[in-house]
């Protein structure tokens, strides 16, 4: 079984930046979909942006699009996601979790989807 370690979260200003990685290890990114989710306080986990297997697709969800970025490294196992322009409505555990079945060519969205996640990272922005 993979197991997943995030890192890089932390505090930060409102629109400041922060980049996430996601180490796999027993484990592997190549021919799996990948994804970051994220859960506030009293809310329901949610997908943030995800990665198809091949990593020719990307999808983001509407609240982050054209301020993150998903990115994957299958050499050095790691995830990334690089947040920009941060708000106070960002501030969550953010986990990066690796697709049940290989080799799907679309993104899901569903947390059931994934069965390999990470402990999560905090990341919290201020106003």
């Known amino acids: 079984q993979v197991q997943l370690v995030e890192s890089g979260g932390g505090l930060v200003q409102a629109g400041g930046s922060l980049r996430l990685s996601c180490a796999a290890s027993g484990g592997t990114f190549s021919g799996y979909t990948t994804a970051w989710f994220r859960q506030a306080p009293g809310k329901e986990r949610e997908f943030v942006a995800g990665l198809n297997s091949g990593g020719g697709s990307t999808a983001y969800a509407d609240s982050v699009k054209g301020r993150f970025t998903i990115s994957r490294d299958n050499a050095k196992k790691t995830l990334f996601l690089q947040m920009n322009s941060l708000n106070p409505e960002d501030t969550a555990v953010y986990f990066c979790?690796?697709?049940?079945?290989?080799?799907?060519?679309?993104?899901?969205?569903?947390?059931?989807?994934?069965?390999?996640w990470g402990q999560g990272t905090q990341v919290t922005v201020s106003s």
């Open positions: 979790a690796r697709e049940r079945v290989p080799f799907t060519a679309r993104v899901r969205r569903g947390p059931n989807d994934y069965d390999s």
